[in-house]
């Protein structure tokens, strides 16, 4: 009779071990730079809601920037009221959580639930003393951010 050898089966061991290792090590470098990807993300999202509340406002008070065209009210709290002297105003005010843009006639104004939703804001703090115009907005994520504008309308020239 012949005997068979004994084989061993070492070398495929060896090698599906070696393929574990590295399956292992790819997965963790994935999971590692999607954690990573998350955390940018966010990051950029909370920045990207800060800056584009604040710049919109400043925007918005640019395009209305002529003399007598920028008011601070009390409508729902505080209001940032463009082209005051217009009969057609713009409100801009801080609601139930959400900055909201009112644009109507200025004798039939509705209530400051009626405005147009723009984007999530906590608080809109505003003041208007000697031509500059202090905005302090209080984002949904908590993060205050405040903006100084000074009107050129107040001094007298046209923008």
Not at 10 to 20: E, K, P
Not at 111 to 121: K, T, V, Y
Request: charged share 25%; with cysteine.
């Amino acid at each position: 009779m012949r005997r068979k050898p004994i084989q061993h089966h070492i070398d495929a061991l060896a090698a599906l071990l070696l393929f574990g290792v590295f399956a292992a090590c790819v997965l963790a470098v994935l999971l590692t730079g999607a954690q990573a990807y998350r955390r940018l993300t966010l990051r950029d999202q909370a920045a990207y809601d800060r800056r584009t509340c604040v710049q919109y406002l400043a925007t918005r008070v640019r395009q209305a920037d002529h003399a007598q065209g920028i008011a601070v009210e009390d409508f729902g709290g505080g209001s940032l009221v463009l082209n005051a002297d217009s009969p057609y105003p713009t409100w801009i005010y801080c609601q139930d959580g959400w900055l909201m843009e009112l644009f109507c006639l200025a004798e039939d104004r509705p209530g400051p639930e009626d405005g147009q939703r723009l984007m999530e804001a906590q608080k809109l703090e505003l003041s208007l003393e000697d031509g500059l115009l202090t905005i302090d907005v209080t984002t949904a994520g908590g993060a205050q951010e405040t903006v100084m504008l000074s009107l050129r309308g107040e001094e007298g020239v046209d923008a």
